[in-house]
């Protein structure tokens, strides 16, 4: 198993704090710090991302049709994914 960190661990512990007090007395605010807490966990538990200078990052749909647009460049086929 992959070792956690203290902020996935802070933000399990909330969500599962305001799991239990939205059950408790459901209220709008209880609910609201539900939502909050979930997000938060949704955010510790995503991976950082990786990228390695140098590197460029797929072109924009934008970039592509400047490309095309300007006279004398190289043809060139760019595949963009959406």
Known sequence: MAKSN???E???KAYRESLEAAR???SGEAWA???A???ELSKAEEPAPRSRRGRRGAPTREEVVRAEREP???EQ???VLE
């Open 10 to 12: 802070a933000a399990r």
């Open 6 to 8: 203290a902020r996935l």
């Open 37 to 39: 807490a979930g997000k």
């Open 24 to 26: 408790a007395s459901p």
């Open 33 to 35: 710090r539900l939502l």
């Open 77 to 79: 086929s760019i595949e």
């Open 72 to 74: 004398g460049a190289p």
